[in-house]
Structure formats: structure tokens, C-alpha cells
């Protein structure tokens, strides 16, 4: 009677093939889907750190009432100097805005609902992305379209293309940047090419978006966010995206975190009041295992360095 119109949606492409794979009685399958990290014999190991806060975690009587709209202010903090690196977070903290989210993908969502509220319906992303990234650009009513990015005859980024490209944009235009391990090329800017990349944005008044899906599975931490650390040296305001589900192999539990980098901590106040409105009518606030979890990780010296 009421729901009888409603259209069959396409399957995701990533879930839709994992789901495809398990129906599939062929007994020589091999999944080659990406997106989970796998040892050498394509298991998913949960990392021995984690497990081992996890059980510590349970042993606590921890509170059970609601976290705040922004989540575990302990779990932004931990988040926070391990995606910028300690000394930049002690520097530039007071002016970037932080937020616990459902995962990497919430973040998303939730940086990209701000923008489309405050700033630009306008985004351009990498040729190609991670299958979901138009979706959620798309749903929070932004208009996307790509930019060249990955060339099949260099096997490697088009420099020259994609900058003359990134000139004809308008001012306020959202670029979306994958911090390391592009997804899907695997194809990453060198330090060279992030310091000409962040001076040209800056000239063009372009709005870096930093995804940052595989922070320490590149080069290792420090080396990943190199670009990250050149955006934020040259002064940019601009929005990371952070997710916890590979690093921390904390997938079902849903961790990430949003960052918004703004010029004084005034503005942080007003972009976080913001923030906490859009995310009060979505889910109201996070849940709080999992960015335990990932937090008593960060603060256990011996859980970090291993
Ligand atoms: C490039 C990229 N961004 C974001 C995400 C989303 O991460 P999460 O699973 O934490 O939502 C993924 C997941 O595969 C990804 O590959």
C-alpha cells in the first residue's frame, strides 16, 4: 500500500561484492576485495595492543550514561596528536576542532554536512576514489566531479593535468585529499608534490579535505602525514577525515574522528557548536566502547609502542 513504488537500489560495490563472494559455492574462491588489512595468510588479526586494552577496558566499571554530542574528549585528545604528530597538536590544538564519529565514514558525513551547511555545495574528488566518497558528497546535497589524478600511462599522478585543472575551480571548492594509501591506486603525492599541491590550493582558495583512512599503513605514522603536517604548516583551514578501523583493526566498532582546523580557537567554538547540532539530530552522540578502546591504546605506553 504505501511502500509498493519503492525501486530496488543498487548493491554497494564493495559490500555488494563481499556479499557476492560468500554466496559463491565456488570452493577455489579467493577474496581480493581491499579494504581490511591481512596478514600474509589473509587473515584478520585483531592487533595484540588492542585486544589487550580491550580486556583491560572490561575489567573497569566504566559509566553507562551518554557521552557527549562530540563524543570522548579523552579519545579526541589521543586521536588528535596521533594524526597530526605531538608537537603540531600541542602548537595548533586550540584551534582545531575535534570530534568522536562513527568511524571514518561518519566523519565524512559529518564534515561534509558542515561544509554543505556553512561553506560550499561544491566538491571535487580523485579519478578515481574510494566507491563511497560521491554518495556522501552527493547525500549532503553537494554537486561532485573529479579531478585527474591517477594516469595510466605515467603509472602515476599527472602533476601538470591535475594542477592546471585545480586552477579553473572556483574559489571555495572542496578538494578531497587521501592522506596515504590512495584508495583505490595505492598511488600517494611525494613531499615535493604535497608542498606545490598545498601553495596552489592556498593561491586558488580551494578547501582541503584530508581522508585519512590508512594513517600508519603507508610508510609508518610519521612519514603518512606529511602532507597533512604541510597543509597545516601553511596555514590552511581545512577538514580531516579519521578513521580508526584499520589502523586499530577496530572495524565493527565504528572509531573515527573529525578534525576541523580553523585560524583562532573563537572560531573553533562556533564551527564545534555547529558541528554538535548537526550531529545531535543525526544520532545524538557516539558510543563510547570502541573510542575506549582505541584511547586507553594511546595513553598505556606499552599498548602504544607495540
Ligand atoms: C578511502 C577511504 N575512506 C574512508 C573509509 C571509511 O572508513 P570506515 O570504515 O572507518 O568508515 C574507507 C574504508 O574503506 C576508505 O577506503
Redesign the pocket.
Known amino acids: 500500500m504505501f511502500f509498493n513504488k519503492v525501486l530496488e537500489g543498487l548493491p554497494d560495490p564493495?559490500f555488494g561484492l563481499g556479499e557476492m563472494f560468500r554466496a559463491d559455492v565456488r570452493e577455489n574462491k579467493i577474496d581480493l576485495v581491499?579494504?581490511i588489512y591481512k596478514d600474509e595468510e589473509l587473515r584478520m588479526q585483531l592487533m595484540p595492543s588492542v585486544k589487550k586494552a580491550k580486556e583491560q577496558i572490561l575489567t573497569q566499571d566504566l559509566a553507562v550514561d551518554y557521552l557527549p554530542i562530540d563524543g570522548l574528549r579523552s579519545f579526541c585528545d589521543e586521536i588528535g596528536r596521533l594524526a597530526f604528530g605531538d608537537e603540531r597538536w600541542k602548537v595548533h590544538h586550540g584551534r582545531i576542532y575535534a570530534a568522536q564519529t562513527?568511524?571514518?565514514?561518519?566523519?565524512?558525513q559529518i564534515g561534509t554536512a558542515f561544509l554543505a551547511q556553512e561553506i560550499s555545495k561544491e566538491a571535487v574528488l580523485s579519478n578515481p576514489?574510494?566507491a563511497?566518497?560521491s554518495a556522501i558528497f552527493q547525500r549532503a546535497g553537494c554537486k561532485t566531479s573529479f579531478y585527474p589524478y591517477y594516469s595510466k600511462v605515467l603509472h602515476g599522478i599527472d602533476l601538470e593535468v591535475l594542477f592546471a585543472f585545480l586552477k579553473t575551480l572556483p574559489e571555495k571548492t572542496i578538494v578531497l585529499l587521501?592522506e596515504v594509501c590512495?584508495?583505490p591506486t595505492g598511488c600517494d603525492f611525494s613531499q615535493e608534490q604535497w608542498r606545490a599541491l598545498s601553495l596552489l590550493m592556498q593561491k586558488h582558495k580551494l578547501i582541503p579535505f584530508f581522508?585519512c583512512?590508512?594513517h600508519g599503513l603507508g610508510d609508518g605514522l610519521d612519514l603518512d602525514r606529511l602532507g597533512l603536517e604541510i597543509f597545516l604548516d601553511d596555514g590552511h583551514e581545512m577538514i580531516v577525515?579519521y578513521?580508526?578501523?584499520?589502523n586499530f583493526s577496530l572495524?565493527c566498532q565504528?572509531?573515527?574522528a573529525l578534525f576541523i582546523v580553523g585560524e583562532n580557537a573563537a572560531i573553533k567554538m562556533r564551527v564545534g557548536s555547529q558541528v554538535k547540532r548537526i550531529i545531535r539530530s543525526l544520532y545524538s552522540n557516539p558510543p563510547a566502547h570502541g573510542a575506549r578502546i582505541a584511547a586507553h591504546v594511546l595513553q598505556e605506553i606499552d599498548l602504544k609502542n607495540n
Request: proline content about 0%.
Open positions: 564493495i581491499v579494504g562513527l568511524g571514518g565514514t561518519g566523519s565524512l576514489t574510494w563511497n566518497h587521501h590512495h584508495n581522508d583512512a590508512y577525515s578513521s580508526c578501523s584499520k572495524y565504528r572509531v573515527g
